[in-house]
């Protein structure tokens, strides 16, 4: 489900200059064809990276994700009857188009989550009390019924902050209704305009000067001539052939589709709607982006999908897992950082050579050890790579004026050692990504996948 049944997403919330309610004629926005493409898009894409903990260390970038974290296990399987993939995928759409979901925790009898169970919005609101407190409890909502919720067995994942109610999150499509109103009008239109054997509405009348002694028709039969133009000119008698017993005249009411410029007008909303999701038009695959877009530069548009959009969604989601589900698993949440990890992100790994290049220039300049570039990297390490790269023609000059002296001889001791030590950091690393990428396209044509 995309939107609450109970039209919740636009809470409270008219557009200023106008006096047209879009968010009543929007509904719930189930219907929306724009929304509901640009949220599976984000659905779809999200769980590419896989949830993942790592331990705070004084080398950020350095460290490597915990391997079966206890919180990484149940989110693999929150529970018997979801996966880590479907269960984020209904967050993530419920997130983006209410402002805010929840998880509900189900404690063991040691009093370790177990399962966890996906909340749509409209099911759950936070509540306080006039003592002060920001939130006493969760209401939650099931076939009228209502029950209270502790905090601490809630994950409360929001949007933001609604500025009307501070305890919940804030849609981001939200002042986008007359957009997304306008795109549905359209649809409609073009539905209505192809149904009615794909010419505009028209006004058929007599021919005739009544002063000149022509009669007009009556209602009845102004009603038989509409009934009988509609029966053969819709439906299956599209394009039939009428012929009329008296001098009739046929006149165009309202404006053709090429007078609405209605593939202009639809471009507008997807502009809109993708922008406040922070997704590129064209990724989503409307024709707002696909005119200027190529095979060159469709990876660009994903890699600024991710940038824009995916990342700091999942940058903020992150953040309130870390302090309202992590702390069941671990002491001091400060000590650990709960994100996702984008290595796993295929759109994303042109970056690896980019890294591996900055890496090799610190190698290179004997400022950072073989061993730290291998493990930014990905690569085994060993204890010999835990060394700098100096060239022996180097000398070294005190900085209290002292008389210069020569660096240290190559060692594998980490004082230094010969720059051949280790050969071409970058090549060696670029091969190994390709020889990572050729096992994963045999293993995915196996599969009877493309490439």
Partial sequence: MLFSRSSRLWRGFRIGGTRIDYAKEVGDGRDS??????????????????????????????????????????????????????????????????????????????????????????????????AGAFITHYVYTVDGEEFRVDPKNVVHLKYGTDPENLRRGLSPLRSLTREIFTDEEAAAFTATLLRNMGVPGVIVSPDVQLNDGGAALTAAEAEAVKQTIRSSFTGDNRGDVAVMTGKTKVEQFGFSPEQL?????????????????????????????????????????????????????????????????????????????????????????????????RFDLGIRGGWVQIGEGRTALGLPVGEADDVYLRQTSYVEVPADGGPPRALAPASPNGNGVAIGHSGDVAREVIAAIERRERLESRAYSRRGGMR
């Fill in 33 to 130: 064809s724009l929304v509901a493409a640009t949220l599976l898009w984000i659905a779809r894409t999200f769980p590419e990276a896989p949830p993942a903990v790592w331990p705070v260390t004084p080398s950020p970038g350095l460290e490597k994700p915990i391997l079966g974290h206890d919180l990484t296990r149940l989110l693999e399987r929150p529970n018997p009857w979801f996966t880590w993939p479907t269960f984020v995928m209904a967050t993530v759409t419920d997130w983006n188009a209410n402002g805010e979901t929840y998880w509900i925790k189900e404690r063991s009898s040691s009093g370790a989550p177990t399962r966890l169970w996906f909340t749509p919005s409209w099911m759950m609101r936070p509540e306080g009390d006039d």
């Fill in 261 to 357: 410029l209605l593939r202009e007008l639809r471009r507008i909303p997807e502009e809109r709607v993708t922008a406040a999701l922070g997704i590129p038009a064209v990724v989503v695959g409307f024709g707002a982006g696909l005119e200027r877009s190529t095979f060159t530069n469709m990876g660009e548009a994903r890699e600024a999908a991710y940038e824009a959009g995916l990342i700091p969604m999942q940058t903020i989601i992150a953040e309130d897992v870390r302090f309202q589900l992590l702390t069941d698993f671990v002491d001091d949440p400060h000590a650990f950082r709960f994100g996702f990890d984008l290595t796993k992100v295929r759109v994303l790994q042109e970056d690896l050579y980019r890294q591996a290049q």
